[in-house]
């Protein structure tokens, strides 16, 4: 399996408040994505990174900032958590097209 | 719009029996397809992919098709065993600077009876 620790796995939080999710690899993989798993949307990519300190807007951006300071640490933060940020979220990391490795997930309830 | 769509939200298959699970997509610059499984309170775990130079791809009990013509690939599980129930993602890619950058579908959720 690959190496990728997310934390923290649940999160209950208050709306309006700031949220941070951290996803740290050991594979040394330059590619780190952000996911977050809803009811009959699938995976939806909310962010990427394709090295230090390089980062994009995936599918879902609106609301979420990520930061990525050293190759195995990607952060993802809610500025102001609403409601319908309330999911499970995903951190995968890659080195090819051919596949992705995914972290075990972290549920958040925002309420 | 859904790029990926998976139009079956579940399928029951009996034991030592074929499961087949479709895949149709809208965009035809996806040239990297992959499928993953998917059990409760775990992260997706990859299990096949296939490049749009290619029509099928085996591993073991796996074998994924793709119609490029058609925009529909399918996995085919053969035998079906009680250890695959799961829910089942296809997704896409561009490829390129797009690694690992998916686009998935909504999922399957499998359940395969002894």
């Known amino acids: 399996d690959a190496g990728i620790t997310q934390s923290p796995r649940h999160k209950v939080t208050e709306t309006g408040t700031p949220v941070t999710l951290r996803c740290h690899q050991t594979e040394n993989h330059r590619y780190m994505y952000w996911y977050r798993q809803d009811p009959g949307h699938g995976l939806r990519l909310i962010h990427y990174?394709?090295?230090?300190?390089?980062?994009d807007k995936g599918e879902v951006s609106d609301g979420y900032s990520v930061s990525r300071s050293k190759t195995e640490d990607f952060l993802l933060t809610l500025e102001s958590a609403t409601s319908s940020q309330t999911s499970v979220y995903f951190c995968a990391i890659s080195e090819s097209a051919a596949k992705a490795f995914f972290g075990q997930g972290t549920r958040l309830t925002v309420v | 719009d859904q790029q990926v769509k998976q139009n079956s939200p579940s399928l029951s298959v009996q034991e030592g029996r074929i499961s087949i699970l479709n895949c149709d997509y809208t965009n035809s610059m996806f040239d990297y397809f992959l499928w993953y499984k998917k059990y409760p309170a775990e992260g997706p775990t990859f299990l096949i992919s296939i490049s749009s130079i290619k029509d099928k791809n085996e591993d073991g009990r796996f074998t994924v098709f793709l119609n490029k013509s058609a925009k529909h690939l399918s996995l085919h599980i053969v035998p079906s065993q009680p250890g695959d129930s799961a829910v089942y993602f296809c997704?896409?890619?561009?490829?390129?600077?797009?690694?690992?950058?998916?686009?998935f579908g909504q999922g399957t959720i499998l359940t395969v009876h002894p």
């Open positions: 997704a896409a890619t561009t490829g390129g600077t797009s690694y690992g950058k998916l686009t």
């Open positions: 990174s394709y090295g230090v300190k390089d980062t």
